[in-house]
């Protein structure tokens, strides 16, 4: 039984600038970029989002918003601030493509409806699938918009869940160089509009 490609790369192909054209070996972001944006022989998989950028100051910290009450350092949650929906901090909303799939301990979406024996927890996480130069971070929020039939999002726009990113993974290869993120989101966090 033979192999259909080298098991490792040729010397020609060490170095980064020829590792991708003359090398044997396969280009994880190319392949990331087809199946999650589309390419010559592939339909996108991934779907339009946003991620909520929250603003720092020049000391790197978050920026408050007016809203919050000074003595408690809350933001106020009976009247939905205008400027940060809750958030108590000013925040920037970027557009992104992401994939993502439901993970879980027992099976993930398969098990979500079984029943569980009494003092049984269930700790699910959606996982995001993001381009190796997405700027996310544990502060930021990815939200995602509902969507039409053809997977465009409907206008106006209409924020279905909010998900707070609980840990960011770089997947790297060969080398170091980052392939791809994997952003995990426990699901029963999420906030639901």
Same mark, same amino acid.
């Given at each position: 039984?033979?192999?259909?490609?080298?098991?490792?790369?040729?010397?020609?192909?060490?170095?980064?600038?020829?590792?991708?054209?003359?090398?044997?070996?396969?280009?994880?972001?190319?392949?990331?970029?087809?199946?999650?944006?589309?390419?010559?022989?592939?339909?996108?998989?991934?779907?339009?989002?946003?991620?909520?950028?929250?603003?720092?100051?020049?000391?790197?910290?978050?920026?408050?918003?007016?809203?919050?009450?000074?003595?408690?350092?809350?933001? @106020? #949650?009976?009247?939905?601030?205008?400027?940060?929906?809750? &958030?108590?901090?000013?925040?920037? !909303?970027?557009?992104? /493509? *992401?994939?993502?799939?439901?993970?879980?301990?027992?099976?993930?979406?398969?098990?979500?409806?079984?029943?569980?024996?009494?003092?049984?927890?269930?700790?699910?996480?959606?996982?995001?699938?993001?381009?190796? @130069? #997405?700027?996310?971070?544990?502060?930021?929020?990815?939200? &995602?918009?509902?969507?039409?039939? !053809?997977?465009?999002? /409907? *206008?106006?726009?209409?924020?279905?869940?909010?998900?707070?990113?609980?840990?960011?993974?770089?997947?790297?290869?060969?080398?170091?160089?980052?392939?791809?993120?994997?952003?995990?989101?426990?699901?029963?966090?999420?906030?639901?509009?």
């Amino acid at each position: 039984m033979g192999f259909k490609r080298k098991l490792y790369p040729t010397a020609r192909g060490l170095d980064a600038s020829s590792r991708t054209s003359h090398s044997n070996e396969i280009d994880l972001r190319t392949e990331f970029d087809d199946l999650i944006l589309g390419g010559a022989t592939s339909i996108p998989h991934g779907r339009k989002a946003l991620i909520r950028k929250m603003r720092r100051d020049s000391d790197n910290n978050l920026t408050a918003c007016s809203c919050v009450d000074s003595s408690t350092g809350e933001p @106020d #949650t009976e009247a939905e601030c205008s400027f940060c929906l809750g &958030e108590g901090f000013y925040w920037d !909303e970027v557009w992104t /493509v *992401v994939y993502s799939t439901y993970v879980g301990a027992d099976g993930g979406m398969a098990n979500r409806v079984r029943t569980l024996t009494p003092g049984s927890l269930r700790v699910d996480y959606k996982v995001f699938y993001m381009k190796y @130069d #997405t700027d996310v971070s544990y502060q930021d929020k990815i939200v &995602e918009l509902r969507l039409d039939s !053809e997977g465009d999002p /409907v *206008v106006p726009y209409n924020r279905e869940a909010i998900y707070k990113p609980q840990t960011i993974v770089e997947y790297r290869s060969d080398r170091g160089r980052v392939e791809y993120l994997a952003v995990y989101c426990r699901e029963q966090d999420a906030i639901r509009r």
